[in-house]
């Protein structure tokens, strides 16, 4: 290694020799001023917190504490599907739903973006580790970002710092993942608050198992823990390793007569995981704990059963929409404070606001950082701004959140934003049926994207921007996932739509907490207690079936809410035509059975 001349760089806390050598090169690339390895102490988080609000990034809240306001650049609020890429060494491992390109082209264009990139900035290394530290194999990362941000960020949503660092020993394996805001500070240059690039990459490299991002400060470009390593990164090695990389949450269902229960499910972004991972049981005796809210690792355990494992150590949750009725237990999380809260408004006594929380205040300074009211005619904050907090500060955190072992699935839902066709809940045929249902899951799209919002597209298992490889080798990897234990340890798979609406274009189903009825009905399926219909799509009950004592809604739409409409599953098969078309030759032949016999179901 030549020895370069930038402070920090040589006090590396490691003796890891090719997590040094990678810092070394990037450092020598990047050129930053200094190089700090995040150590994770609340020390460091004081001292990054501190510098944030001088460099008027952050904004401490008077009313909450140890937590802060931050507003992005406009133009830097989501993720950028646009400009997120695969490049696998072979187009066809992209496969026809990411955006692909040549690993040595990506790497020669973003080498030159990223040389002095870091210029008149602070190079942080953040050791980080995704999944429990004591897993027998630790999944393990390294961070290399030229933002505060991203590392108090990274210190809420993952295992990092020193802890992680201690389990690289000389030679574990880790993603290396680089990240810059591609704002590099000429001497003098006084600083924005949020700085960043209007080039933006998100690449991976599944092969080499790298990420390189470049530009974006928003989570989901820039916390590369998240989506780039434990969904598009993690997907590749589940792949080749025989598990599931899912954007799922995972909670944990406790009957009356105290029996738990596990149950995984997937909504694409923006579609309340969170508020289904932290729900409020309306029926009598039911009780939720969380394990997560947005990613879950699945591997089958000694006993065939799958078990599954949340990645992440905190929730970066969408706010709107979020508030006391809704989310009571995301806003306990938050109230204990050491919250980073993104594109939502400030009300003028330092606490945050935003749309759903009820009635407005007079006065608010919006995300956009102007002065807003009641009047003004726009929202107050971002439809996708976020929370980023502490998981261990959920109060109905399940005690096993931390396990190792993970826990075992008894249940997989699916759902979309639909306001149509599908109904309120369908229990798949078995297995192969259950993953045509989450190939084949629709949503309309939401503003956790850059794009237009509102139309329908194919999402499928909610992984659409998120599969590392080819989506019909992913397809191919979850019915064989199917095939490698007893069907009878396999967990249910069961395909729910809160979002069916009715001539009025009003919600059919109250959804949030009364969506308990749902996972009540779903258990005593599995339980063999409760009654279904068989229909074309699948097992769906009848009113009768569900738990409605108590229920404020009319027996119309109810009914309405969970109607096998025929014609609009007509209507829908050319689309699912198309889409699997689209899959080309991969696409494995269960899942042409699969479309083959429900049309015959359907025109039978
Ligand atoms: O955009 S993030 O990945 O940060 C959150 C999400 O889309 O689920
Ligand atoms: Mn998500």
Known sequence: MTALAIPGLDSAPTAHQRLLEWVHEVAELTTPDRVVWADGSDEEWERLTAKLVEAGTFTPLKQKPNSFWAASDPGDVARVEERTFICSVDPQDAGPTNHWMDPAEMKATMTELYRGCMRGRTMYVIPFCMGPLDAEKPMLGVEITDSEYVVVSMRVMTRMGSKALAKFGEDADFVPCLHSVGAP????????????????????????????????????????????????????????????????????????????????????????????????????????????????????????????????????????????????????????????????????????????????????????????????????????????????????????????????????FFGGRRKDTIPLVTESRDWNHGTFMGATLSSETTAAAKGKVGVVRRDPMAMLPFIGYNAADYFAHWIATGKRADAAKLPKIFYVNWFRRGEENQFLWPGFGENSRVLKWAIERIEGKAAAQETPIGYVPTLADLDTEGLDASQEDLEAALKVNREEWLAEIPLIEEWFDKMGEKLPTSLKDELAALKQRLNG
């Open 185 to 412: 500070l000429d001497e003098g240059q006084q600083d924005v608050a949020w700085p960043a690039n209007e080039t933006k990459y998100i690449s991976h490299f599944p092969e080499t198992r790298e990420i390189w991002s470049y530009g974006s400060g928003y989570g989901g470009n820039a916390l590369l823990g998240k989506k780039c390593y434990s969904l598009r990164i993690a997907s590749v090695i589940g792949r080749d390793e025989g598990w599931l990389a899912e954007h799922m949450l995972i909670l944990k269902l406790i009957s009356p007569e105290n029996k738990v229960y596990y149950i995984a499910a997937a909504f694409p972004s923006a579609c309340g995981k969170t508020n289904l991972a932290m729900l409020e049981p309306t029926i009598p005796g039911w009780k939720v704990e969380t394990l997560g809210d947005d990613i879950a690792w699945m591997k089958f355990g000694e006993d065939g059963r799958l078990y599954a494992v949340n990645p992440e150590a905190g929730f970066f949750g969408v706010a709107p929409g979020t508030d006391w009725h809704t989310n009571p237990n995301a806003m306990r999380t938050i109230e204990r404070g050491n919250t980073v809260f993104t594109n939502v408004a400030l009300t003028d006594n330092g606490d945050i606001w935003w749309e759903g929380m009820g009635e407005p205040p007079a006065h608010l300074t919006s995300w956009k950082k102007e002065d807003w009211t009641p009047d003004s005619g726009e929202l107050s904050s971002h439809p996708n701004s976020r929370y980023c907090t502490p998981m261990s500060q959920c109060p109905i955190l399940a005690p096993e959140w931390d396990d190792p072992n993970g826990v075992p699935i008894s249940a997989i």
